[in-house]
């Protein structure tokens, strides 16, 4: 499989325990989403990687929320001292940016969901 | 304030028959507007994307239509089948990097 590849799929954890999420985007994509989706909503930008540069964040990415993507490839999603707001799906997304190019087609992966008890 | 704005929140149709979703958006400066199909417990996955001067574009049984004088756009699903019981997101893209803005979706049931 060649698409866009999340794990864990479902993660069960206490409040206040800490998490992390892993993305593997397709090969040679440039540009890394993260994505935020509660029930009943569309989802919401968290942050992006261009290669390994984290070039934007959003306000709903509070400091317990770290992401990295170390070598331009998979990304790491942590969120520490969890908290019940926090249980969502967390979706991944990757695309292929080219210079002039008017728009990027973003591939999503099939998502982790998040329980916190 | 950048919005995308679905309607309606769900519907429920019988098999075989037409229907037509609703998508009106305040982005700017808009870039392109994309359709999602999404199931239950899965990541959205695309069905058209048109830019500002595209009209109409299909995929299918899919075919999605763009006014972006009235920043409005519908996805039309004809012949509807039970696999197309999904929720469908309409999706405007603006910014250099695309950043992506989300409606709510329509959630969509095909009975038998």
């Known amino acids: 499989d060649t698409g866009v590849s999340q794990d864990p799929r479902h993660k069960i954890t206490k409040r206040g325990q800490n998490v992390t999420f892993r993305c593997d985007p397709i090969?040679?994509?440039?540009?890394l989403y993260w994505y935020r989706q509660t029930l009943g909503q569309g989802p919401e930008f968290l942050t992006y990687f261009q290669n390994e540069a984290q070039l934007e964040k959003s306000r709903l990415l509070s400091d317990r929320f770290s992401a990295e993507r170390p070598k331009g490839s998979f990304s790491t999603l942590e969120i520490q001292r969890t908290e019940q707001g926090d249980s969502a799906m967390y979706l991944c997304a990757s695309s292929l940016a080219l210079a002039g190019g008017s728009y990027n087609e973003q591939f999503f992966g099939p998502g982790t969901r998040l329980t916190v008890l | 304030k950048n919005q995308v704005e679905q309607s309606p929140q769900s519907l429920i149709i019988l098999e075989g028959k037409n229907c037509t979703l609703q998508?009106?958006?305040?982005?700017?400066?808009?870039?392109?507007l994309r359709w999602y199909k999404q199931d239950t417990g899965r990541g959205p996955v695309s069905l058209t994307i048109?830019?500002?001067?595209?009209n109409t574009k299909s995929n299918g049984r899919y075919t999605a239509t763009l006014d972006a004088d009235t920043k409005q756009s519908s996805l039309h699903i004809t012949a509807s089948q039970l696999s197309d019981s999904a929720s469908y997101i309409c999706v405007v893209s603006f910014g250099g990097y695309n950043k992506l803005i989300f409606g709510a979706g329509t959630r969509l049931a095909v009975h038998p």
């Open positions: 998508c009106n958006y305040t982005v700017s400066p808009f870039s392109n």
């Open positions: 048109m830019t500002f001067s595209e």
């Open positions: 090969s040679e994509h440039n540009r």
